[in-house]
T-cell receptor
Framework: DTGVSQDPRHKITKRGQNVTFRCDPISEHNRLYWYRQTLGQGPEFLTYFQNEAQLEKSRLLSDRFSAERPKGSFSTLEIQRTEQGDSAMYLC??????????????FGSGTRLTVV | QKEVEQNSGPLSVPEGAIASLNCTYSDRVSQSFFWYRQYSGKSPELIMSIYSNGDKEDGRFTAQLNKASQYVSLLIRDSQPSDSATYLCAVHSGNTPLVFGKGTRLSVIA
């Protein structure tokens, strides 16, 4: 297992375009999280899945954002009609939740989005 | 609103010294506490977790937790220039996702 994978690593897009990011979690992990991080700030929670069910969405997640995790495996995060304020690092993390947990999250390398 | 507070720094320490990083949290029922290290331009990396009051040691790192004071700290002994990074405190309450602080930037001067 190579850890959490995110694709692409970098994305530059024009304002108003749609973008989609992909995250492949650690296979044994049943929870998958999306966070957003801007310069000088800590990661801010966006949404998370337990298996294929989306359990919580942050108020930060406007209706331009949508996330899916079909079949409880990889996840996608789509941003429609991008705005300059969407420029950030989008981080995916996964974790295992069991009776012994919770455990810390393992983060992917992130997707850096720049909206021009 | 659950909050995690950290001094943003920078915290500068000489090589070989002890670096002390502090974090306070607002949710009294928080149960699990984590320290992540983040190098510039990279993603956070888990370095310590602590669940019970007291100290937990792992190599040069010691995490300290005081739930009564809602305070968690990270000590780095024999600090090295390679320890220069931003250290993020993160807190778990029940079944909710981790809440992160803004991080403290540590600079270890050779």
């Amino acid at each position: 297992d190579t850890g959490v994978s995110q694709d692409p690593r970098h994305k530059i897009t024009k304002r108003g375009q749609n973008v989609t990011f992909r995250c492949d979690p650690i296979s044994e992990h049943n929870r998958l999280y999306w966070y957003r991080q801007t310069l000088g700030q800590g990661p801010e929670f966006l949404t998370y899945f337990q298996n294929e069910a989306q359990l919580e969405k942050s108020r930060l997640l406007s209706d331009r954002f949508s996330a899916e995790r079909p079949k409880g495996s990889f996840s996608t995060l789509e941003i429609q009609r991008t705005e300059q304020g969407d420029s950030a690092m989008y981080l995916c993390a996964s974790s295992l939740l069991d009776r012994e947990g919770p455990y810390g999250y393992t983060f992917g390398s992130g997707t850096r989005l720049t909206v021009v | 609103q659950k909050e995690v507070e950290q001094n943003s720094g920078p915290l500068s320490v000489p090589e070989g010294a002890i670096a002390s990083l502090n974090c306070t949290y607002s949710d009294r029922v928080s149960q699990s506490f984590f320290w992540y290290r983040q190098y510039s331009g990279k993603s956070p990396e888990l370095i310590m977790s602590i669940y019970s009051n007291g100290d937990k040691e792992d190599g040069r790192f010691t995490a300290q937790l005081n739930k009564a004071s809602q305070y968690v700290s990270l000590l780095i002994r024999d600090s090295q220039p390679s320890d220069s990074a931003t250290y993020l405190c993160a807190v778990h309450s029940g079944n909710t996702p981790l809440v992160f602080g803004k991080g403290t930037r540590l600079s270890v001067i050779a």
